[in-house]
């Protein structure tokens, strides 16, 4: 594919919109993992959320 | 009869309807991608004046809308907490900043990118190059607010209230291509000013963005439920100790 005399500029402006929306990607799926973790972890200790004992 | 946002206010039932929602947005999401991206570079012509950088508009326009679109959606819940008090408003408005901040980012980005070999240079002071930079700044100070203060509920409702005032900005940066002489180039008209066969790319990998967005936002809010129900029980390990240590000390 010949993207002409500036094909840099199009290819670093898709390649730092791919990285972002990796990155938000990956931070979004280890942060849900972490609270999830944490919460398992709360509960194993047998402390349950006052909603849930209704 | 209850409204939507009354029945999405228990947070159970967000966490319910959201993980059922959240496959069917990422598929969507990634199906309009696959397709844009092919529309892009594949399906649509080089354009008269700027030739093959015009590719940069399909990435650029979608993350310019979104920067504008989740401020507003912030904005919203902002108002909805101030006003409604509505339990997921806040939630709502803490997940979409950071976001917010990534997609301005990209639109400030893509566009010095674009505006490189099309004006000659990376930046200009002009009015919609500066206002969007306000905005992104304007996104950094909502986050920066939020985690300067421990107290959370105070942290909410001053955040709430920022992120009203800045909503004066959005205005700002939709009409600076008209009420100022910008090297920007105007509003896009997307029926007049873009061609057809540039028309349909570029709606393809907006939508693409804006349901991942979307899918994005919903994975962010159900973290920070998780996040505050894990605060909520460490809390009520700490007064369950608190009230045991007053009855020792009572017998």
Redesign the interface.
């Known amino acids: 594919m010949d993207l002409g005399p500036h094909a840099g500029f199009i290819w670093i402006s898709y390649a730092v919109v791919a990285v972002t929306v990796a990155g938000l990607i990956v931070w979004l799926l280890a942060d849900g993992w972490k609270q999830r973790a944490d919460l398992e972890a709360l509960e194993r200790r047998g402390v349950k959320r006052r909603s849930s004992n209704k | 009869m209850q409204t939507l946002t009354q029945r999405l206010a228990n947070p159970?039932r967000f966490m319910e309807l959201s993980a059922r929602l959240l496959p069917w947005f990422v598929a969507a999401s990634a199906i309009l991608l696959v397709y844009g991206l092919y529309l892009s570079?594949?399906d649509s012509p080089?354009d008269y004046q700027q030739?093959?950088?015009v590719?940069?508009m399909y990435?650029?326009v979608p993350?310019a809308w979104l920067s504008m679109m989740i401020y507003g959606l912030i904005a919203l819940s902002s108002f909805g907490l101030l006003v409604f008090r509505h339990p997921l408003a806040d939630v709502s408005a803490k997940a979409a900043a950071?976001?917010g901040a990534?997609f301005t980012?990209?639109a400030l980005?893509?566009g010095s990118?674009?505006g490189?070999?099309m004006w000659g240079t990376y930046w200009v002071w002009d009015a919609r190059l500066t206002s969007v930079l306000l905005l992104f700044f304007l996104y950094l100070g909502l986050i920066a607010l939020r985690s300067a203060l421990e107290d959370e509920g105070a942290a909410a409702k001053l955040t709430a209230v920022l992120a009203l005032v800045g909503v004066t900005l959005l205005p700002i940066i939709k009409f600076s291509v008209n009420w100022w002489n910008t090297l920007h180039q105007p509003s896009t008209d997307f029926g007049a000013t873009v061609d057809p066969s540039m028309r349909l790319p570029l709606l393809v990998m907006a939508l693409a963005f804006t349901l991942?967005f979307f899918a994005?936002h919903l994975?962010?809010m159900?973290?920070e439920i998780?996040?505050r129900?894990?605060k909520?029980?460490?809390t009520?390990?700490i007064m369950g100790r608190d009230r045991l240590a007053a009855q020792g000390a009572a017998e």
């Open positions: 159970t570079f594949f080089p030739g093959e950088t590719r940069i990435i650029h993350c950071p976001l990534a980012f990209l980005v893509t990118l674009w490189k070999p991942m994005m994975k962010a159900r973290n998780l996040r129900r894990a909520a029980l460490r009520q390990i």
